[in-house]
């Protein structure tokens, strides 16, 4: 598209008039940026609007730190032109190459300031260094202050790591406030050999009287140490299974070497950070089930039982062992939570859950009149499990559909079979399993305890019944 000479000149007249920059004024008047520019060109006016460059002159101070900076600190020339303020990396670059050739940086000093005037309280903080060994020196000083800096943040540093270490809250956090005198000593103690003890105390608030005071409570003797010996080793030999109740009732048996109430044995364990395995809760459901076509649910939750053999449950639970799936069926006793006997395979089948039955449980269930409570599941609905529970005489009672609270304490006794025997455990194979698993339920039988029970194991809870029966 053509101008006239008429038209130009119009734009041209409006534009030395605006003031505008090109690219504004093209912008606004909708036309090109380079052909406004190359008609202003051929105009005398051009001159007066033509964008004049002005050179900045860098003083050798400030080239010098330039140079210090890629030199010392390995920046590249390209971020410490952005830092310094200079327009071109290229020019930080020549500035450092001509320190490495000469040695100094061969630029007169700029005769007049460079920049803005600064206020006063600026200017009296400006450097007075007139050489470079002076900026030396100042630059030395800083160096001071940073590394008195580093020193700090250091020191803070060990002590929140300390803190961490010897905190007996998690919830305290890094707060020193909330730390207790005796946490405040084991800080200073762990750090000593690395700071002054009086800059310990009083970065933690902590009075040289307290400080010598729990020093002395260290050095005194422990006043529970053999009580501490004692539930340290019936944790150990209980596989970390017992908390502080069942520990202090363990101490009271007659073969106990000494009693030991629960408030010192909460207090050792809390001290050394002994906790018993816990099992997971398991979540309400209020589905009630359906009532099962084999047999009714006779047990109705009613899981006290008054004498052995009264009432006896038993389910199927599942392992993962070696790459396999191994499959457990314990009979249970209501009346101390006693393993009557079990059965355990690769498959659960019929054949696998009759194996419960062996020659000795069939000779004590014989004749007892047993409440035999299982699931609806299909091993407990063949013809072969009915049979053997006539031929005991014993009465089959079967959960709800879909309701396994109906079958709480099996299902409670898998929980913490396999909180306490099977997870966080590692076993070479499925043989190792076996014998590992019958160690353990025996001790569950004979040697664990129960609060329940009065500090019995359920072995020696039914014997107990039957000599008073006698």
Known sequence: MGYDAEFRQEILEVFFDSGLSFRKFASDYGMSKNTLYRWAQEDPRYESVRKKTHWRKYSPEYKYKAVQMVIIDGMSSRKVAKIMGCKYGALVSNWVREYKEKGVIGVKYPDKPIGKKKPETQRANRSKSSSLEEYVRELESENKKLEKENERLRFQTDIAHAIVEVRSKKESGL??????????????????????QKDLLLYLSLAPSSYSYCKQIQRRSDKYAREREIVIEIFAETDECYG???????????????????????????????????????????????????????LNREFKATRPLEKVVTDVTEFRIAGRRVYLSPLIDLYAGEVLSYSIGLSPTVEFVMGMFDENTRQRLKGSGALVHSDQGFQYQHIAYQSVLKELECTQSMSRKGNCLDNAPVESFFARLKTEFYYGRIFSSVEDFYERLDKYIWWYNHRRIKVGLGGLSPVEYREAHLRKAV
């Open 175 to 196: 707060d020193v406030s909330r730390l207790t005198n005796v946490e405040k000593t084991q800080v200073v103690d762990m750090l000593r050999p690395q700071y002054l």
């Open 244 to 298: 502080y109740r069942r520990i202090a009732l363990d101490t009271r048996k007659e073969s106990s070497e000494m009693q030991i109430s629960e408030r010192i044995v909460r207090r050792i364990m809390r001290e050394e950070d002994l906790y018993a395995k816990q099992t997971s809760k398991r979540s309400y459901n209020s589905y009630r089930g359906a009532i099962g076509k084999v047999a009714a649910n006779t």
